[in-house]
């Protein structure tokens, strides 16, 4: 399916027009949408609420991961080990951290009252009459008594598939469908039949499901009608939203950390210390998503990486429910506010233990709309080899036979049923090395597929790369994005951890070593998005739309053709 001449011609005499192109970069927590002449793009939470008989929610924070027997042990371990790290790393004056008195703030914080104030939440609660959904902000202010269920379409960076209502494929793709239409037309006040004259481009993660990105280029060109559109991975406008030219990029949601790893969290460690320090207010409910939004206030405001900050310190935390008086709880914080985030180097304190925290990238296990996919080039390729090798072996075999005297050529004659033994030796050979390789790839696999550190997935990943160059690029380099790193000093941390792991060949190689974690002194939850909407406006990337038209005919095949990344 290569372009036309014609067809480039007119690619590069059309203007390109920005404000006709819209970015849609879906999140396990929130949506970012906006048009590619936006500033910044609006972001929303990424969930729908449906009107429904049943009101169970999807657990928001309790992972079934922690519901085992050894959960206290592998916490205790990790909370030695977070204890450790941050007593051994010196001050930015050379001095070391004193632990603070646990004893002293738990009997403070347990004999801590709520004190209701005059002021009451000016938030509302989401009017439910005559409406069969809600999106975005709407839907987590829903009364609990209105019968609505919410539902998250993303999880984890992957669609939300389970075994309870509104799981399946087909579901999570309505929800997906209704969400983004609703917000194109409330946020960007574009009507959906006015969608034919506007392109979509779509962020999908580096680690992605062919299946799942697929249906959701679908929706985009058959369901909501975009004249054209062009599917791009997050690690790629990640390094045009910060203006580099190489880099090893770190994607790091509140919900997944994204490096070959998926499942991170700090919030529920949060949650665990301030409960271990005799904080548990009572107004607190982590059933309910209101309540896990005030949880995750907290974690946001007080947690923090700074080295510097020490000591016992005195806050006021305040719990705002809407259209209800404000309860202020004054509390004291201290190793606790620092050792959660430290979840991040060591897992461990999560206490999580399963299957699925961890996913690589999977080869495309076919298509039926894509027959001549990368499987059928492999085994035709495959053959073509075999093949010209057997006519290779055929030929001089042949030219052996007109040196040999009248005996020797009749000796051969009698062996010719040899050929075909040395054709499947051959063969054989070639699958024993196949399955080699697969087995080799298990292995490997296996070694990676485990928990591990911010820093430790860092590490492992440039240590596979190909050359020295390329690891240097990468160490020298190392760009963070999303939401879940925003600590204060995690920069510094994450700095100093990747530096004293890293083989010392390579200190003595770099010659600067950059950890970004605000690019250009923006918000690094907009950076995969604001590189996109570089990406849409350059001459180079106008070949990789995605036509409507193209997509109807020739569907997955043309993700294969024009996706900008293996496929």
């Not at 951290?97 to 005059?118: E, F, H, M």
């Not at 506007?198 to 929706?219: A, G, Q, R, S």
């Amino acid at each position: 399916m290569a372009t036309s001449s014609a067809r480039r011609i007119w690619l590069q005499a059309a203007p390109i027009q920005t404000a006709t192109v819209v970015i849609i970069h879906p999140g396990s927590l929130n949506l970012r949408l906006g048009r590619a002449s936006d500033t910044y793009p609006v972001t929303i939470p990424h969930c729908i609420a449906r009107r429904t008989t049943y009101q169970k929610t999807e657990p928001w924070i309790n992972r079934p991961e922690c519901q085992h027997s050894d959960v206290k042990a592998l916490q205790k371990y990790g909370l030695k080990q977070s204890e450790e790290a941050v007593a051994s790393r010196p001050t930015s004056t050379g001095e070391y951290r004193q632990p603070t008195s646990q004893k002293l703030i738990y009997s403070y914080n347990n004999n801590a009252r709520g004190q209701v104030t005059d002021v009451i939440c000016p938030q509302k609660w989401s009017d439910t009459k005559q409406t069969p959904f809600l999106i975005g902000e709407k839907a987590l202010h829903i009364k609990p008594s209105d019968k609505f269920r919410i539902h998250w379409p993303m999880r984890r960076g992957h669609l939300n598939l389970h075994d309870g209502p509104v799981g399946t494929l087909t579901a999570v793709m309505e929800d997906l469908e209704t969400l983004w239409s609703a917000a194109i037309q409330t946020y960007l006040d574009i009507p959906i039949k006015d969608l034919k004259i506007y392109k979509v481009l779509l962020l999908v993660p580096d680690v992605f499901v062919h299946n799942h990105v697929k249906h959701m280029t679908d929706i985009l060109l058959n369901k909501l009608g975009f004249g054209a559109a062009i599917v791009i991975q997050e690690s790629v406008c990640a390094t045009f939203g910060a203006g580099v030219g190489s880099a090893c990029v770190v994607d790091r949601r509140p919900k997944k950390l994204q490096w070959n790893m998926v499942g991170v969290m700090s919030l529920d460690v949060s949650i665990g210390c301030f409960r271990g320090h005799g904080f548990n207010p009572q107004e607190i409910d982590l059933n309910k998503v209101t309540d896990c939004n005030i949880m995750q206030e907290m974690k946001e405001s007080y947690c923090h990486l700074d080295q510097d900050k020490t000591g016992i310190q005195d806050h006021s935390l305040l719990i705002r429910k809407p259209q209800q008086h404000i309860v202020k709880y004054p509390v004291k914080l201290g190793d606790e506010a620092i050792i959660a985030p430290m979840s991040l180097f060591h897992p461990e304190l999560l206490g999580i233990i399963g299957p699925q925290l961890v996913r690589t990238q999977g080869r495309c296990t076919g298509d039926p709309e894509d027959p001549h996919d990368e499987f059928y080039l492999q085994m035709t390729s495959r053959e073509a080899k075999l093949s010209k090798k057997k006519d290779t072996t055929e030929s001089k075999d042949n030219s052996e036979l007109n040196v040999m005297d009248d005996s020797q050529h009749q000796t051969q004659m009698d062996d010719d049923s040899n050929d075909a033994p040395d054709t499947l030796n051959v063969t054989d050979t070639v699958k024993s090395g196949r399955r080699g390789e697969e087995e080799e790839t298990e292995v490997d696999t296996e070694t990676v597929l485990q928990l591990m550190g911010i820093d430790q997935a860092i590490l492992k990943s440039i240590e596979r790369c190909g050359n020295d160059e390329i690891k240097k690029k990468m160490y020298s380099c190392i760009v963070v994005v999303g939401g879940g790193l925003k600590f204060e000093g995690a920069q510094q941390w994450l700095q100093y951890k990747v530096w004293v792991g890293m083989p010392p060949q390579y200190r003595l190689m770099l010659e600067t070593m950059d950890v970004i974690t605000r690019p250009k002194d923006m918000d690094p939850t907009f950076t995969c998005w604001k590189g996109a909407a570089v990406l849409a406006c350059l001459d180079t990337a106008q070949e990789l739309w995605i036509r409507q038209k193209e997509w109807k005919q020739f569907s997955v095949r043309m993700l294969r053709e024009r996706a900008p990344f293996t496929w």
